[in-house]
C-alpha cells in the first residue's frame, strides 16, 4: 500500500447538541476584578491604584471608577501643552471604559462614573 492508495479517515461531524438547560452565575466579585483590571489598562495605571464599584442599575450594570491620573512631568512644558485636557481626558475614558466593560462582561453599561482621586507623575531618573 503506498500514499496514493490510503484514503484519508471520514471525518464524522457530531450532531448538533441538544438545548442544554441551566443558568451561568459569574460573582460579583469576578465582574469587579475584571473590571477593575480593564480601567487600569484603559488608564494607564497600576491595578492596586484603581478602585471600582460595581452595581445593578436600570437592567444593566452601574461602574464606579476611581483612579489617579497619569499626568506628564510638570517641568516639561512642551509635554503638558500636547496633553489633552482633563475633562475631555476622563469623558474619553469614560466612553471607552463603557465599551470595553460591556465587551468584557456581556452586560449594558448603563452608567459609568468617574472620580479622579489624584495624580500619577512619572519618577524623575537619576543620571549617572
Known amino acids: 500500500m503506498n500514499a496514493m492508495t490510503v484514503e484519508s479517515p471520514v471525518r464524522r461531524v457530531p450532531d448538533a447538541a441538544p438545548e442544554v438547560r441551566g443558568g451561568v452565575r459569574v460573582r460579583q466579585r469576578v465582574i469587579e476584578k ?57 469623558r474619553q475614558a469614560q466612553s471607552m471604559l463603557a465599551g470595553e466593560f460591556a465587551r468584557l462582561t456581556g452586560r449594558e453599561i448603563r452608567r459609568v462614573s468617574f472620580t479622579v482621586t489624584g495624580a500619577l507623575i512619572p519618577e524623575r531618573r537619576r543620571v549617572r
Not at 36 to 53: F, K, L, Q, W
Not at 56 to 61: D, R, S, T
Open 34 to 90: 475584571v473590571v477593575r483590571e480593564a480601567s487600569a489598562v484603559t488608564i494607564g495605571v497600576p491595578r492596586d491604584d484603581v478602585h471600582v464599584e460595581v452595581a445593578e442599575w436600570g437592567g444593566g450594570l452601574a461602574v464606579r471608577v476611581a483612579a489617579r491620573l497619569p499626568i506628564p512631568d510638570l517641568d516639561d512644558t512642551e509635554a503638558i501643552r500636547a496633553e489633552t485636557p482633563l475633562l475631555d481626558r476622563v
